[in-house]
């Protein structure tokens, strides 16, 4: 069974500033990968950012990256330079590579406020 | 480009009413299509998906069911609502990289 942990309800962060939102996963799956999606208030899922299990380098999207530990099963977001229109819902998922569907798994989200 | 749309964009239906959501995407063939919910405050549940007309799975056991008439159009249905059906429903269709959401459906059973 696959399991996604986000710990941090909410989090809060000056405007221009970095911001790191927890991510650990829990599979037995060899090969999976993992994602960022961010819901603002209007409720639309925007994928962010994508990590593959076998990448060697983190992923990097703009102002995204995704801080990858694999024996750790951590998939930490960093936003860097903080900016208003960033305050919203983040989720962290994870999907098993496998034939047919690809089901996505998530955690529960973290509420990121960006402060003036 | 690919483009998904789902109506209604909110609803609000009293208990025991019948349901239907439609989701379409464009821009593409045969996806693989995605119905999640999402209850206030938390993460999105997996309800159904679909790898071809016809094929639907389901992953929780309760009263909705889900229909694919065509390829590129997925429907979410129920006969008789109930309360703990209020949520934002949230079709998805997969790409290359990822599973990309519509805007979503909100809503409050009364």
């Known amino acids: 069974a696959q399991k996604i942990t986000q710990t941090q309800p909410g989090m809060f962060v000056q405007e221009k500033e970095a911001v790191t939102l927890d991510c650990t996963y829990d599979t037995s799956d060899p090969s999976y990968g993992l994602f960022w999606y961010k819901q603002p208030s209007s409720g639309e899922m925007i994928f962010l950012i994508y990590q593959g299990s076998y990448d060697q380098q983190n992923a990097t999207e703009g102002r995204y990256s995704l801080n990858f530990q694999k024996a750790r099963k951590s998939a930490n977001l960093v936003i860097s330079a903080s900016q208003l229109g960033d305050s919203a819902m983040y989720f962290c998922?994870?999907?098993?590579?496998?034939?047919?569907?690809?089901?996505?798994?998530f955690g529960t989200g973290t509420r990121l406020t960006v402060i003036p | 480009s690919q483009t998904i749309h789902q109506w209604p964009a909110t609803l609000v239906q009293p208990v025991g009413s019948p349901l239907s959501l439609e989701c379409t995407v464009e821009?593409?063939?045969?996806?693989?299509l995605y119905w999640y919910r999402q209850a206030a405050g938390r993460g999105l549940q997996l309800l159904f998906y679909s790898v071809g007309i016809g094929q639907i799975s389901s992953e929780v056991p309760q009263n909705l069911s889900a229909s694919r008439p065509q390829d590129r159009q997925f429907i979410l249905s129920s006969k008789k609502l109930l309360l703990s059906d209020s949520g934002f429903y949230l079709c998805?269709?997969?790409?290359?990289?990822?599973?990309?959401f519509g805007p979503g459906t909100r809503l409050t059973v009364l």
């Open positions: 821009g593409t063939s045969n996806p693989n």
């Open positions: 998922a994870m999907r098993p590579d496998q034939t047919g569907a690809n089901n996505l798994f």
């Open positions: 998805a269709w997969e790409g290359a990289d990822t599973q990309y």
